[in-house]
């Protein structure tokens, strides 16, 4: 699949620039003093906040689907182009010939949230509150269908921290099937009490900066992001320029172990892997690069990189990071933020640090030790040397033990 | 697009199983929808996670269950390890209810169990556990669009994966507690759930599901549907004729609407 368009808004900024000069700089959008920490003063943890969303206002037909999600998923559309360039493909195939399909997790939950606090009776709320088109599961789609005028196949993928990174496997589905032309895919999560408290409650939040990968790494940074990509089969050279990237394997699996503890070593993610590379058509030691899921999480990483190591073998000179450093983790957005990185990555040659990383965890060290993995500590800029890019890997694992691997691939290297 | 329905699940007030369904169907018996379901416990579950199961996860779990049961007892000799799509609107509303709730209290406290409940893939991260299947499974939420988007992406699942898929749809009221004033439609739970295999040509006791897009605008069906209110109970009629389709008296197309001005047509031969 080809990608024609995307666009991401997360902690960093909105578009490639801010993101590409965050890496370039080693600049963290993780903060513990944004709005959102105002809603709660008894959590002390670091967040992963997009400034202004709150006052983001949507077009007068779109009003009742107004909540920080919605929000969100508009000032991303907006950012880049990318509701002209899905506005283009509309014009030449038509709205029925255009699907999409977008994750969250939590949806407009924070709407709901906020009834109950205010403890809002029902006279009050009954003008403005719109069940249906904030917190109901599918809102995010009904509401990018509606912002896009797309008329074809669409729905909400919620596997939880996995959902944005499955949708690339509904859009090959759709576009092998010969049923659409394109596919708008993405992802929007935005900060809400009940994710900060429910990580909270499984002592999954780090009260400082999350280290992913670090032997003092003790938990998650929750943040917000909205991305969105078009794909195609097909290249249209005259009216959109495509990106050199295309998405060549996506697996999926499933843990099968426990509920909200990944598997020790990292069996379904090996699933996920392994089905991702052998759509791409290569060897996992062919895999140039690999971004984690990287949580922070004591248990996430031990059981990721015991997954990764397992199926390297002793020649694989991958790089291997965490992202979560710069955005924090953005649940429902993570699989779709990180795999524009990975786009981004491709298109630059670049490849970011593992943000906050002073120790890497000696257990870690020990499995990695069997190969030839290593993890960037600054900013690698690989133009004019004799490293590069070519396939690199997106790792995307959620709650109830959901797995997605996604493989992008650059056609020629300079 | 091609699929042959290999085995059906069915759970709601006043029907036990697809199974009664079909033979109240043939004497043209109607449900009783004053019967509650029955009460079911997910014993393929390890003791631990059975008891963490709320009342929405064993509505999918049930109806889950009795699909895969029948398919394993017409089909031994095919891997049961299937890929699963479970397609709900709004997941457990009691939760998110009391999640919100208890946010807005003065010392907010969240139950870790309720947390990881709360996921829309609950219902199939349980089943995934309890039946040690690490296949692809999938949770989505489409609203008033559930069977088309729920048939069209089961149907391409089993295409692409080359094997039968376990799809569950099943909705529920939206808990009291949740703070919506509309009144709603209906106050019945409705699930059903279907193995179809697009993969390979198979002997079967259903018929075959054909689908196809189209914009025309469908003709109002004149049969009346006791569950109307949730979109899983939208699949009523179509299960409906599945039941009659061997005593021959069924045969005619079904619309279910994919997206604005877009229609999926069913038809069974």
């Given at each position: 699949m080809h990608i024609i368009a995307s666009t991401l808004v997360s902690a960093l900024g909105s578009g490639k620039k801010p993101h590409i000069d965050a890496w370039t700089e080693g600049k963290s959008g993780l903060s513990q003093e944004t709005n959102f920490h105002q809603q709660m003063p008894e959590i002390i943890t670091f967040l992963g906040e997009v400034k202004g969303v709150e006052s983001v206002t949507l077009p007068k037909a779109l009003e009742a689907f107004l909540c920080r999600n919605n929000q969100l998923a508009w000032k991303t559309l907006q950012t880049e182009g990318f509701n002209n360039k899905v506005e283009v493909l509309i014009e030449k195939f038509g709205p029925n010939r255009i699907g999409l399909v977008v994750g969250t997790s939590t949806s407009g939950i924070a709407t709901t949230e906020d009834i109950f606090r205010h403890k809002l009776d029902a006279d009050s709320y009954s003008d403005s509150y719109c069940y249906q088109k904030t917190q109901q599961m599918d809102s995010l789609a009904q509401f990018c269908c509606q912002a896009l005028n797309i008329e074809g196949p669409s729905f909400v993928i919620s596997t939880a921290c996995s959902s944005s990174a499955k949708v690339f496997a509904v859009a090959q589905r759709w576009l092998n099937a010969g049923i659409v032309d394109a596919v708008v895919v993405g992802g929007v999560d935005s900060l809400c009490l009940t994710t900060v408290h429910g990580f909270n409650a499984l002592g999954l939040v780090s009260p400082t900066v999350c280290k992913p990968l670090d032997e003092s790494r003790d938990g998650i940074n929750i943040g917000e992001a909205g991305g969105f990509m078009l794909l195609s089969?097909?290249?249209?050279?005259?009216?959109t320029s495509s990106s050199p990237v295309e998405i060549a394997g996506v697996g999926e699996s499933s843990d099968a172990y426990h509920i909200s503890t990944p598997h020790p070593e990292g069996e379904g993610a090996q699933l996920a892997m392994l089905a991702a590379s052998e759509q791409a058509n290569i060897g996992i030691d062919e895999l140039d690069y690999i971004n984690l899921h990287g949580t922070a999480t004591p248990s996430n990483d031990l059981s990721e990189v015991s997954g990764v190591s397992h199926l390297m073998s002793e020649k694989s000179s991958t790089w291997i990071s965490s992202t979560k450093g710069f955005t924090g983790h953005t649940l429902g957005a993570a699989g779709i933020t990180e795999i524009i990185f990975c786009q981004w990555m491709l298109e630059e040659q670049m490849v970011p640090a593992n943000l906050n990383l002073m120790n890497l965890d000696s257990i870690l060290v020990q499995k990695l030790a069997r190969s030839n993995i290593s993890v960037p500590l600054e900013a690698l800029h690989?133009?004019?040397?004799?490293r590069k890019l070519q396939y690199v890997m997106s790792n995307s694992f959620g709650f109830g033990g959901n797995n997605a691997s996604v493989i992008l691939k650059r056609e020629s290297v300079e | 697009m091609k699929a042959q329905i290999l085995s059906i699940g069915l759970t709601a007030p006043g029907l036990v199983n697809f199974e009664t369904f079909k033979k109240m169907m043939l004497t043209n018996q109607l449900p009783d929808l004053s019967k509650a379901i029955e009460k079911y416990s997910p014993t393929f579950l390890p003791a631990n996670e059975r008891r963490r199961t709320t009342a929405t996860i064993q509505l999918a779990l049930k109806t889950a269950e009795e699909a895969l049961v029948s398919f394993q007892q017409a089909y031994p000799e095919i891997d049961a390890k299937l890929p699963v799509l479970f397609v709900c609107k709004d997941g457990d509303t009691l939760i998110s209810a009391r999640m919100c709730q208890a946010v807005s209290e003065e010392e907010p406290m969240i139950s870790p169990t309720q947390f990881h409940n709360s996921v829309h893939n609950a219902p199939a991260g349980y089943w995934m556990i309890g039946q040690e299947n690490q296949a692809p499974a999938s949770a989505i939420s489409v609203g008033e669009y559930a069977i088309a988007n729920g048939l069209l992406e089961a149907v391409l699942q089993s295409q692409s994966y080359g094997k039968p898929v376990l799809m569950v749809i099943y909705d529920l009221p939206l808990d009291e507690l949740m703070p919506v004033d509309t009144v709603q439609k209906s106050k019945a739970p409705f699930a059903f759930s279907m193995i179809l295999d697009a993969s390979k040509v198979i002997e079967s006791d259903y018929p075959l599901l054909s689908l196809s897009l189209t914009q025309d605008t469908p003709f109002k069906s004149l049969k009346s549907n006791p569950y109307t209110g949730v979109p899983a109970a939208e699949a009523y009629p179509l299960l409906q004729s599945i039941a009659l389709y061997q005593s021959g008296h069924e045969k005619s197309d079904m619309h279910f609407p994919l997206n604005r001005n877009n229609f999926i047509k069913v038809s069974l031969g």
């Open positions: 089969h097909a290249k249209f050279s005259d009216e690989l133009s004019g040397t004799n | -």
